[in-house]
Nanobody, 125 residues
Framework: QVQLVESGGGLVQAGGSLRLSCAASGRAFTSGTMAWFRQAPGKERKFVATLRWALSATDYADSVKGRFTIYRDNVKNTVYLQMNSLKPEDTAVYYC??????????????????WGQGTQVTVSA
């Protein structure tokens, strides 16, 4: 069973930075896709960024392109989300997720199999 443990959330002023971490265990992370989604109060969970293990290919939501970077540490089986130039509208609970399946719509949360517990990111104006 895949386990995902997020950390790194917190309170930051607009324009600041945070780095989220997602420590993964439970399978060989040589293939598949990991992603970050976020969910603001009263809203649906939305795609933020994906990283495909085998290709190291990344994809970002338009709202975070140029500000957020997803990357990995293969030795630690950890995926990071570096968030710069944060805005109040980035405030949400951020979730790390994983799937071994291929060919899915990775912008859709139902394409993923395992989820972390979430970490709160709050950006003050």
């Amino acid at each position: 069973q895949v386990q995902l443990v997020e950390s790194g959330g917190g309170l930051v002023q607009a324009g600041g930075s945070l780095r989220l971490s997602c420590a993964a265990s439970g399978r060989a992370f040589t293939s598949g896709t990991m992603a970050w989604f976020r969910q603001a109060p009263g809203k649906e969970r939305k795609f933020v960024a994906t990283l495909r293990w085998a290709l190291s290919a990344t994809d970002y939501a338009d709202s975070v392109k140029g500000r957020f970077t997803i990357y990995r540490d293969n030795v630690k089986n950890t995926v990071y989300l570096q968030m710069n130039s944060l805005k109040p509208e980035d405030t949400a609970v951020y979730y790390c997720t994983d799937t071994w399946r291929s060919g899915n719509d990775y912008h859709d949360p139902t394409s993923f199999d395992s989820w972390g517990q979430g970490t709160q990111v709050t950006v003050s104006a």
